[in-house]
């Protein structure tokens, strides 16, 4: 029984593995102590490709900072016999659902669960996906206090993905694998060959627009690369995105005072590191479009952006893209990722489709297992259920399904 301390270390047998033997895993329920392995975690990273941004130190330490109130970190550190670190597993619990004096936890990977975060993956050493999988799951396994588990926004190149789905199948744990659509822009070696690829009618919006407003305004593009700009412009971004969303009667992304926290630390790490790739369009002086993005490897990514709605008719949020495109394709990036979301305008500039991987899971015979099973039927069991099952008991599932609130 492995029991759960403050920087602890247990011996974990691996059930089903063949090579590698124990790993030793660590526990680390404070970010001070997770970040003692900093220098290994980032030689994880340099030594696997595949993982990106959304699996640095940074963006998880900053999401931790700003969202981490109210939940329980578990990060789990697995060495093998040599002492060597191979995999860190940022993990965290939270309170899903209560009922008299019964609580039920969720796991979830550290910066999933406030809609910031995509392409979260396990920082793991390549080759050691299976035995740190096998690992994991054993942990899971003899721990009592979680009810769901679920790991979201998994890319599908993601290595430690198939290892514990494995697992999960072989322990005959209730589970569902759910895909979301992401999108993305192959960039070309040129601007000219970005431009062909387009539609005629949209083509104009990216050259004919931008020379407009350059002939009505005296326009300037900056990028933040000082803390002193940050200071002056994130507040810009916030403003310029509520704008639009307050016109349409919704709160927006930033009337959330954890998400501009988040954003204050994460941009601050991005900037000193030299990802951040935080763009502003003025008019006459005057700010009128920003995208927040951010470099690493051969990728940019759009986390969010903004507009001044009364200069909705100039399209000066497609200028400030083709402004930021056309730099990306001369630097040589080779992806230009819109993340998550169904958006169809992001098909107009010729982004292609790809998906995520969600996998929640739970173990057998408890109400989290329950719960999964049930969330997974397709139509047709739910319409045995309402045949079948009394009104007062679908009722009382169903509210326990939206408290534990497993589509998120």
């Not at 029984?1 to 593995?17: A, D, R």
């Not at 124990?22 to 003692?36: N, P, R, T």
């Not at 000082?226 to 200071?231: A, F, I, K, P, V």
Request: hydrophobic share 40%; charged share 20%.
């Amino acid at each position: 029984m492995i029991v759960m301390e403050p920087n602890t270390s247990t011996l974990v047998q691996p059930t089903g593995v063949t090579t590698n033997g124990q790993l030793e895993i660590s526990i680390h329920e404070d970010w001070d102590a997770v970040e003692g392995n900093r220098s290994s975690w980032e030689s994880i990273l340099c030594a696997n490709p595949i993982l990106t941004i959304f699996a640095t130190p940074e963006w998880v330490g900053s999401w931790w900072k700003a969202y981490g109130t109210g939940r329980q970190l578990v990060s789990l550190v697995l060495r093998d016999k040599t002492a060597n670190v191979v995999g860190i597993i940022p993990l965290y619990r939270e309170l899903m659902w209560q009922c008299v004096d019964h609580c039920w936890h969720g796991v979830r990977l550290v910066g999933d669960g406030s809609g910031d975060s995509d392409n979260l993956d396990f920082p793991l050493l390549r080759g050691y996906e299976t035995v740190c999988a096998n690992s994991i799951m054993a942990w899971l396994g003899q721990q009592s206090n979680w009810a769901v588990c679920r790991f979201n926004t998994l890319p599908q190149n993601s290595q430690a993905f198939g290892p514990i789905l494995d697992e999960v199948c072989r322990r005959h744990w209730p589970h569902n694998v759910t895909a979301v659509p992401q999108w993305h822009i192959p960039l070309p070696r040129s601007w000219e060959e970005y431009l062909e690829r387009l539609s005629p009618e949209f083509r104009p919006l990216l050259t004919r627009y931008p020379n407009r407003l350059a002939s009505r305004y005296n326009c300037e593009v900056v990028k933040c690369r000082t803390q002193g700009d940050l200071d002056q412009y994130l507040p810009v971004l916030f403003y310029l995105h509520q704008q639009r969303w307050q016109q349409a009667g919704k709160p927006g992304s930033f009337s959330s005072p954890e998400r501009r926290a988040f954003y204050r630390h994460m941009s601050s790490a991005f900037l000193q590191r030299g990802w951040l790739e935080f763009w502003i369009m003025k008019l006459n002086s005057t700010p009128v479009a920003a995208q927040f993005c951010f470099q690493y490897r051969n990728s940019v990514y759009l986390l969010q952006e903004g507009f001044d709605p009364k200069f909705a008719k100039d399209k000066v949020g497609y200028a400030l893209r083709a402004k930021m495109l056309q730099h990306f394709i001369q630097c040589g990036i080779e992806r230009y990722d819109f993340l998550g979301g169904t958006q169809a305008h992001k098909l107009k500039f010729g982004a292609v489709k790809n998906s995520y991987q969600n996998l929640h899971f739970a173990k057998p015979r408890t109400l989290g297992g329950i719960a999964i099973s049930l969330s997974g039927f397709n139509e047709q069991a739910r319409a045995w259920l309402r045949n079948t099952i009394p009104s007062e008991v679908r009722s009382r599932v169903r509210t326990t399904l939206e408290a534990m609130n497993l589509n998120g």
